[in-house]
């Protein structure tokens, strides 16, 4: 039985996931029936190293959010709200909207800003402040308003429910105490070109998936910015030893693309590609689709990017280009060319005739023959010609 509410640990894994401007966390909005502890529990992650303030926007007016206008001598300044001073002095902070969904659409306005950028106004919140926000199921929000389609693409959408048998052992033993997660951002940002790599895999096969309608989502859709967030939000999972999560894949692009990406994250062949640099596995491009080739071939390109692998650089390089040759015979031109293009840019061919001259004339002379083949290859020439 899970010790936490339905909803919870994707929660917690959005809020300390490093986001892609830079800041803490990915905004949550968490939907859930009355009664069902989602403003308990968030207001529960308050402790001494981190600040909750919890605010019922609907209550406020615009300017509260978007800042009070001032007249002062011959311009207008805007005076920023006193509760923004809440996160001065503390490690951590979450900034709670509990029933986002009775807020007017004026208020949603003023609220986009704060949302994405944690910016008041004028006045920049700390970077450490998370945003959450919690809301009713739209059936069960007597005189609420929908969220606006920018509104709702601003989240990570969090569905929050409490089995039964987790209800009943608390009446026993009491709701287990919310921990936070801790994220390394070192490691998280080496696990995210992997996970570029995969997602930019589904986009290629599937480009008609980059955006979502939002007119037939009820909470999340796909679009670029919820694109990037799921691979931030599936690289804290890595990081933390989780499975892939497929509540934070559907709250960032909605139920009908969520299934197709799970399954298709969990089926991708991913053989190690120091391994097949190194000769060590042979792979069998047949079995591969044009996604996994893609894949493949970035970590390869990163690799012999790396100066780490210096000392392997002429014989990783020979495998790649072997393998390379292999593919571009199998007409998978298109799929191989980006990996190739820019180990180009980063000076790829000139190294490897550097180095192989500083073995022998022989060595020079196998590279240059292997290269000289590749790029005649008459139809990567037409390929490279129809992009150019």
């Known amino acids: 039985m ?3 509410p339905t909803g919870a640990e994707a929660l917690l894994i959005a809020m300390n996931t490093p986001s892609p401007n830079g800041l803490l966390g990915i905004p949550v909005l968490v939907w859930g029936r009355p009664g069902v502890g989602k403003s308990s529990f968030i207001e529960s992650l308050e402790n001494e190293k981190c600040k909750v303030r919890t605010m019922i926007a609907s209550i406020y007016d615009p300017t509260d959010f978007s ?13 920023s709200p006193e509760w923004t001073d809440d996160f001065n002095d503390v490690d951590s902070g979450i900034l709670f909207f509990d029933e ?23 006045k920049k919140l700390p970077d450490h402040v998370r945003i959450i926000a919690a809301a009713n199921p739209p059936d069960l929000t007597l005189g609420g308003w929908d969220l606006s389609p920018p509104m709702r693409n601003r989240f990570v959408h969090i569905h929050w429910d409490i089995p039964t048998g987790l209800y009943l052992n608390s009446l026993l033993n009491g709701w ?23 997602i930019g895999a589904f986009l290629k096969i599937n480009p008609e998936a980059l955006y979502g309608d939002p007119s037939k989502e009820n909470f999340g859709y796909a679009s670029p ?6 691979i931030y939000l599936l690289a804290s999972c890595e990081v933390l030893e989780k499975p892939i999560n497929i509540e934070l894949i559907e709250g960032c692009l909605g139920e009908g693309m969520a299934i197709a990406v799970y399954e298709y994250l969990n089926s991708l062949k991913q053989p190690d590609p120091i391994e097949v640099l190194s000769g060590k596995l042979e792979v069998d491009f047949k079995e591969f689709n044009d996604g996994e080739i893609y894949i493949l071939f970035n970590g390869m390109e990163r690799i012999l990017s790396n100066s780490k692998y210096e000392n392997d650089f002429l014989s990783y390089s020979d495998k790649f280009l072997s393998i390379t040759q292999r593919l571009t015979l199998m007409g998978k031109r298109d799929v191989v060319f980006v990996s190739l293009q820019k180990l180009a840019k980063k000076g790829f061919l000139t190294r490897i005739i550097s180095k192989a001259q500083a073995v022998s004339q022989n060595e020079y002379q196998t590279f ?3 290269i000289t083949r590749i790029f005649n290859e008459k139809g990567l020439v037409e390929f490279i010609d129809l992009l150019t």
Do not use: M
């Open 176 to 198: 287990n105490s919310a921990e936070h997660y801790i994220i390394n951002k070192t490691d998280h940002d080496a696990k995210l070109p992997v996970w570029k790599d995969k």
């Open 2 to 4: 899970n010790k936490y």
């Open 225 to 230: 910015r919820s694109w990037d967030y799921l």
């Open 100 to 122: 986002l969904s009775t807020c007017p659409p004026s208020v949603q306005a003023a609220l986009l800003r704060v949302i994405f950028e944690r910016t008041v106004g004028f």
């Open 67 to 79: 800042g009070l206008p001032i007249y002062e001598g011959k311009s207008v300044k805007y005076a």
């Open 368 to 370: 240059i023959d292997r």
